[in-house]
């Protein structure tokens, strides 16, 4: 099986309205997905539906090579969900929690205490595992939540804002932890507004607005469609001179330079560019104190695509008005 997911034209509407139109992607095995939007984009009905907890309107998904919507069972068999609300039971412990997810999953008694035991020593819960999970910190109960999704051993995750409400330390250990599943082999769904865990982990990426998928693939290729050329950085521990700037944009290879407060920032054809202007500032007896090539990262890419969705949004309203007023309607 080539792909985890590949999901086709679903469609799905509530009495509210439209939450999906028409999304397409797939995901190939052993990779993870950033599903990006902001918030009411999506990406949570995307989830359920692709784990067969809400039937689509229309259009048609493979889950692993199942149909959510007949085999949802099996397919929640061989997935695993974290949720944005850790949804644990306050009146057990963690170890508690655990097994009983581990006995519903279809293990037996000491089949789920040695997983429990082996997942909560992983997760760095092990010396809480008899305490009761009311008062545990957000940072805990995502932990906890997230060894309850692997219980089973998961081939795909879908993962719902899994950083959400956490403080920095608990955000980094916790995307450490899903860069070990990842490393593992697992496939990933992560749905989250966070664009730096998403360039830390993603593969691919996919952006949803108002239900529709507007961009989706590596985010390297992404960019290579809406930029020509890569960015670079160049300190020379101060604002340039105007004639700094004219020699630099009069250089082969360099598509445009702007002034920061510390050098330039410049958009080049590639990476080769950058020894040949270290050259030019030497001979003229500029001092360099850093020069970097920059690809366009993840978040680079996600809000030049959110920005010309914007800017799409606002010229069809103002045709729109236009078109009124002309008709005088």
């Not at 039937?55 to 149909?67: I, T």
């Not at 916790?174 to 749905?191: F, H, N, P």
């Not at 850093?290 to 309203?317: K, T």
């Amino acid at each position: 099986m080539s792909d985890a997911i590949d999901a086709r034209e679903i469609t799905r509407a509530f009495p509210s309205g439209l939450a999906l139109e028409r999304v397409s992607f797939s995901l190939p095995a052993g990779e993870v997905l950033a599903l990006l939007g902001p918030n009411g984009a999506g990406k949570t009905t995307t989830v359920r539906v692709l784990n067969g907890v809400l039937r689509p309107d229309a259009g048609v998904a493979r889950v692993l090579g199942l149909d959510p919507t007949v085999d949802g069972e099996e397919v929640r068999r061989r997935t695993g969900v974290l949720t944005e609300n850790a949804g644990l039971d306050d009146r057990l412990t963690t170890r508690e929690n655990l097994e009983l997810t581990a006995r519903i999953r279809g293990f037996n008694t000491r089949g789920a205490r040695r997983r429990v035991d082996g997942l909560l020593e992983r997760f760095g819960m092990a010396e809480r595992a008899d305490d009761l999970t009311q008062g545990f910190s957000t940072g805990q109960r995502k932990r906890v939540a997230l060894a309850r999704a692997l219980l089973h051993d998961p081939e795909l995750l879908f993962l719902d804002e899994p950083t959400s409400g956490l403080d920095p330390a608990g955000t980094r250990d916790v995307i450490d932890l899903i860069q070990t599943l990842a490393a593992e082999g697992r496939s990933i769904v992560l749905a989250t507004h966070f664009l730096g865990e998403a360039g830390r982990l993603a593969d691919r990426m996919a952006v949803l607005h108002r239900g529709r998928l507007r961009a989706f693939g590596r985010p390297d290729e992404l960019a290579a469609d809406i930029w020509h050329g890569i960015g670079a950085e160049i300190d020379l521990g101060g604002g340039p001179a105007e004639t700094t700037l004219g020699a630099v944009r009069g250089l082969a290879g360099v598509l445009e330079v702007r002034p920061l407060g510390h050098g330039l920032a410049l958009r080049i054809t590639d990476r080769t560019v950058v020894p040949r202007l270290l050259a030019l500032l030497a001979q003229r007896h500029i001092d360099v104190f850093g020069a970097q090539a920059r690809p366009p990262s993840l978040e680079d890419v996600y809000f030049e695509i959110e920005r010309r969705i914007v800017a799409e949004e606002g010229a069809m309203v103002t045709d729109g008005f236009l078109a009124t007023t002309e008709t005088g309607t």
